[in-house]
């Protein structure tokens, strides 16, 4: 099992193209999305829940949660995407009041262990590399679905997921969002 996951969508180019590659192997995956992407490109916040795939939240404007004060971190959460019950905090920024924040709102915290560093553009065979290498079962991978140009991403899922399916992984929603 490896839980995939996308963060920084939806998008109305890139998240369609990620769902079609995860259709295509019969793979879940969860989408932490950004509160004003979902206001911005609601039909691709739309096609993720269609598809069967998980939702979580990563805030209202991937703010840094751990540099805002308790008021406008728990304005952050709030902003995000409805019906989730799970968080995951922009650039994995986690501290006590983070923690203390998502246990009030009963939301689970979900980062990651391997970082495909997806978001730095690094170059497709980087990204796949990564995926390749990295992914160990119950592995949680970060990529990115929106902020920016994704077509490495794309390009390196398309390449790796029949190679990780022929190794005999399952891609499943993270548990419990």
């Known amino acids: 099992m490896v839980y995939l996951t996308f963060d920084d969508g939806p998008d109305p180019h890139w998240t369609p193209q990620v769902l079609a590659l995860l259709a295509r192997y019969h793979a879940r995956a969860t989408f932490f999305e950004v509160g004003s992407q979902v206001r911005d490109h609601p039909q691709a ?5 269609a598809a069967g795939q998980a939702v979580g939240n990563h805030t209202g404007h991937h703010q840094r949660l751990t540099d805002l004060d308790a008021t406008a ?8 995407p409805r019906g ?6 922009p650039y994995g920024s986690v501290d006590h009041r983070v923690r203390a924040l998502a246990a009030q709102l009963g939301l689970t915290i979900v980062l990651w262990n391997v ?17 390749l ?21 794309v390009a390196a899922l398309r390449r790796a997921l029949p190679v ?7 891609f499943e929603a993270v548990p419990g969002c």
Do not use: F, N
């Open 45 to 49: 916040a739309a096609a993720v829940r």
């Open 73 to 80: 971190m728990r304005e952050a959460v709030l902003a995000g």
């Open 84 to 89: 989730t019950t799970c968080l995951r905090p």
């Open 115 to 131: 970082e495909t560093d997806d978001w730095a553009k690094p170059g497709v065979a980087s990204i796949e590399q990564h995926l």
């Open 133 to 153: 290498h990295d992914v160990r079962p119950g592995s949680t991978v970060i990529m990115h679905d929106g902020g920016g140009d994704r077509s490495q991403t």
């Open 164 to 170: 990780l399916a022929a190794r005999g992984y399952r």
